[in-house]
């Protein structure tokens, strides 16, 4: 009887043997480039937590980042320009009511707005000063 007990104990234990003794499947790590290894519940399969920069199921592959030769994205109040009519766009700690715009607009000669767009006639704000303008060129010229 003895001789049962332990013939089956040790065919019991000849099919478990595999099994313990096969170890971690993240024993040796399989994951390349630094990549953490991360074994699945039954111990049969792995997957890999890579890094920043690699990718693939063993973090072997490189990821294809930008050129740093590109152009910065640029960004701010002032891009893309919000005046109008030839208006230039000046950084500065603007408020409109009690909202912090960023930004104020410098409009050309003839536009005003927060945006420079409306169109305004001069001769309105200053009738005198274009009228005696235009007198002085038209006696200039009538006396040459």
């Known amino acids: 009887m003895k001789h049962s007990v332990a013939a089956w104990l040790l065919v019991g234990l000849s099919f478990g043997v595999p099994q313990f003794c096969k170890g971690d499947i993240c024993d040796p790590n399989p994951c390349e480039n630094g990549g953490i290894c991360l074994s699945s519940l039954s111990q049969d399969s792995f997957s890999c937590e890579c890094p920043d920069g690699f990718t693939d199921a063993n973090c072997s592959s490189v990821v ?8 910065p994205t640029s960004a701010g109040p002032c891009i893309p320009n919000p005046c109008h009519n030839g208006g230039t766009c000046e950084i500065s700690e603007a408020y409109r009511g009690d909202t912090f715009i960023g930004y104020v607009c410098k409009c050309p000669r003839g536009f005003n707005g927060i945006h420079c767009q409306h169109n305004i006639n001069e001769c309105e704000a200053e009738p005198c000063k274009f009228l005696a303008s235009f007198i002085f060129k038209i006696m200039h010229i009538l006396h040459s």
């Open 64 to 71: 294809e980042v930008a050129s740093d030769e590109e152009e």
